[in-house]
C-alpha cells in the first residue's frame, strides 16, 4: 500500500495517469450535474461521437498530431453537431431522443470514414488517432496533464462565474428566462464547457464511455444530497475517485485497460449511492416498506383479535 | 460468392432489417435504447465467446440477447426507482456494460480475434471469406445468411404485429384497454432488435448499427406521416444508403461501414433542409411567405384607417410609410409589392391608393 502511495508520486506514469484520470473526473464530475440536472446526461454521449469527424478533419488540415488542434477540432464538431440537434429538435417533427441518436451515429459514421482514409494514407502509428476511441489514459504525459489542467480550470473558473445563473437554468429556465438571462446563451455556454470535459475525457476514456463519466458521478451525488453546492463537490469528489482508482488498479494489475476499468470503478459508486444514500437509498426504502408492512400485519391481526375486523 | 458481390449485398440486407424496426423505434423515442443495446451487447458476444470455446454463432447469439435483456431490464429499472431519468439510466447502464465487455477482451484474451476497430466499425469488408459449408458443399457467405434471415425474422414480426405494434406505439393506453398488452409489445420489439443488432454488430460494429435502425426511419418521418408508408420508405433509404456507402468507400479506400453510415447522415441532411412539409428550406420559405402576407394586410389595413382621414396623403405617400408603420424600407418595399401583385393597392404618382378587394381585405381583417 504504502509502496503504491509512492509510485502514485514518484512514478512518473501512473502520476500522470492517476492526475490526469482525477482531473477527467472532477471537470466532468461538476459539468455533469448540471446535464444531469437538466436531464441532458445524453447530450455528452453524442458531443463525444460527434468529436471524432472533427478530429480527423483537424488533423487532414495540419497534417500532425498536436495536441491542441485536434482537441480544437474536436471542440467545432461537437458544437456543429449540438446546433444540427436543435435545429431536427426546433424545426422538425423528431423527439429529442431521435435527434440526440442520428448526431451521434452519423457523426461518428462519418469520423470512421474519415478515420479509415486517413491509416490507409498515413501509417497508423504517426497519426494515432485510434486512442480516441478507446482513451489511452496509460499513455498520458505531463504536457497532456497540463493541457487538461488549463483547459479544466477555464471551465471550472466558469461555473464558479456563472454559478447563480446555472443554478437558475437547471432548475427553473422559464423563470431565469422573465427574469431577463439570456437562457439561449447560457444553455450554449453551458454546452461548450460540457465540450471541454468532453474533449478531455476523449483522450483519456475514448469516446464511448465518456458518457458515463458525465452522468455517473452526477447521478451518484444526487442520491446524496438535495442542495446544489454540494451535489457539485460530491460529483466532483466521485469522478476523482472513480479516476484514481481506475488508474491504480490498471497499473497493478497487468493487462487492465484504464477507461474501461475507470468507467467500472465509476458504476460502482453508482450502485453504492443507488443503494445506500441516507435518505433515498434503496435498500433503506425497502427496509421501510417491509417494517410498514409487519406492522401493517400486525395491526391487522390485533384488530381481528379484538373483533373490529373479520 | 466474391466480394464484390457479397459485401454490398450484406450492406442492404443489413440495412434492411435494421431499417425495418427503425420507424418504431423513432415513434417510440427509444432512439437511445437501440444504441445502448448495440453497445451492451459486447459483454454477451465475449461470454459466449468463452463459453463455445471460439467464434460460435448460436453461442454468441444467446450471449448478446442475454446481455440485451439484462440492459433493458436493467434501465427499466433504474428508471421505475425514479432515483434518475430515463436518459442518465441509459447513459449508466450501457457504458458500464461495454466497459465490462472490454475489460473482458483485453484481460483474458489478448489474443483474441475482436479487435478494437472490428468492436467499433465492424468488419463487412472480410464478409466473403467467412463461408457456410454443408455437407462438404459451400452455400456462399455466413452474413448473408445470417442478415437474409433477420430481414425475414423483421418482415414477419412486423407484419404479423403490424397492428398491435401500431396501436401500442400510438396509443398505449386505447391498447392496455383493448386488451393488447403493451408490455408484452414492448419487450417482444427489444427481443428482435436484439438479434437483429447482435447480426449486425458483427458487420458493421458497435455504434453504427444504431444509424442503419433509426437514421432511415428518421428521413422517412420527415417525408411522410403515414406509418404504412414510412416503413417500405426506411428499408428503401437504408438499402440505397448501403449501395452508395460501399461505391463510396471503394473509391476512397475507406471504411465500408462508416461510408453506409455517412451516406445515411447524407441523406437525412437533403431531407432535414428539403422535405417538402418538415425541411428546413420549406419551412424558413413558409415563415417568409407568412410574414409577406401579414405585412401586406397590415399595410391595407394602415391604408384604409387613414383613407378618410385628414392626414391621409401625409401617411399614404410611400416615404412616409417607413416612418407610420415603423418598418424598415426593405419590409415597407416587400409588403407594398405583396400589396399591388394581390391587387390591394394601385401606386399613383407616390401615393398609394387602395382598390376595392383591398379595401374588402381590409374590412376582412379588421373584422377577425
Known sequence: MSELLRDLIYDYTLRNVALGSALLGIVSGVLGTYAVLRRQGLLGDTLAHAALPGICIAFLLTGSRAQLPLLLGAGIAGWVGTMILLAIVRRTVLSEDAALGIVLSTFFGFGVLLLTYINQRVDANQAGLDKYLFGQAAALIESDVIIFAILGGIALALVLLFYKEFKLLAFDPEFAGSLGFGTTKLSILLTSLIVVAVVIGLQTVGVVLMAAMLIGPAAAARQWTDRLGIMIVLSAAFGAMAGVTGALLSFTQQGLPTGPTIVLALTVIVVVSLAFAPARGLVWEWLRRQRQRRAFALDVARLKAEGHLR | ?368
Open chain 2, 1 to 368: 460468392m466474391s466480394s464484390e458481390l457479397a459485401v454490398p449485398l450484406t450492406g442492404v440486407l443489413v440495412a434492411s432489417a435494421c431499417a425495418l424496426l427503425g420507424s418504431f423505434l423513432i415513434l417510440r423515442r427509444m432512439a437511445m435504447m437501440s444504441d445502448a443495446i448495440s453497445h451492451a451487447i459486447l459483454p454477451g458476444l465475449v461470454a459466449g465467446y468463452v463459453l463455445a470455446q471460439g467464434p460460435n454463432l448460436l453461442a454468441g447469439f444467446l450471449g448478446a440477447t442475454l446481455a440485451a435483456a439484462v440492459t433493458v431490464t436493467a434501465v427499466e429499472v433504474l428508471k421505475r426507482t425514479r432515483r434518475v431519468d430515463g436518459g442518465a439510466a441509459i447513459g449508466i447502464v450501457f457504458p458500464a456494460m461495454f466497459a465490462l465487455g472490454t475489460v473482458l477482451v483485453t484481460w483474458r484474451f489478448s489474443d483474441i480475434h475482436l479487435d478494437a476497430d472490428a468492436i467499433l466499425f465492424g468488419s463487412i469488408e472480410f464478409v466473403a471469406f467467412d463461408t457456410v459449408t454443408f455437407n462438404g458443399r459451400d452455400l456462399g457467405p455466413q452474413s448473408i445468411w445470417v442478415m437474409s434471415g433477420l430481414c425475414l425474422l423483421n418482415l414477419l414480426f412486423v407484419g404479423l404485429l403490424y397492428k398491435e405494434l401500431k396501436l401500442t406505439t400510438f396509443d398505449a393506453g386505447l391498447a392496455a384497454a383493448l386488451g393488447f398488452s403493451p408490455v408484452i409489445v414492448h419487450y417482444g420489439l427489444m427481443l428482435v432488435l436484439s438479434i437483429t443488432s447482435v447480426g449486425a454488430f458483427s458487420a458493421v460494429g458497435a455504434v453504427l448499427v444504431v444509424a442503419l435502425v433509426i437514421v432511415p426511419a428518421a428521413t422517412a418521418y420527415l417525408l411522410t406521416d403515414r406509418l404504412a408508408v414510412m416503413i417500405p420508405l426506411s428499408v428503401v433509404i437504408g438499402a440505397v444508403s448501403a449501395l452508395i456507402g460501399y461505391r463510396v468507400a471503394i473509391a476512397l479506400d475507406a471504411s465500408i461501414s462508416g461510408a453506409m453510415v455517412t451516406a445515411t447522415g447524407a441523406l437525412f441532411g437533403l431531407a432535414l433542409l428539403f422535405s417538402p412539409s418538415q425541411g428546413l428550406v420549406a419551412r424558413a420559405w413558409q415563415t417568409r411567405r407568412n410574414r409577406a402576407a401579414i405585412a401586406s394586410q397590415m399595410l391595407v389595413v394602415h391604408l384604409f384607417n387613414h383613407e378618410r382621414a385628414p392626414d391621409r396623403d401625409e401617411e399614404n405617400s410611400v416615404e412616409h410609410l417607413s416612418d407610420g408603420l415603423r418598418w424598415s424600407p426593405a419590409r415597407t418595399d416587400m409588403a407594398i409589392a405583396g400589396a399591388s401583385r394581390r391587387g390591394w393597392v394601385v401606386r399613383a404618382n407616390g401615393y398609394l391608393e387602395l382598390t376595392e378587394p383591398g379595401r374588402q381585405t381590409a374590412r376582412l381583417v379588421l373584422a377577425r
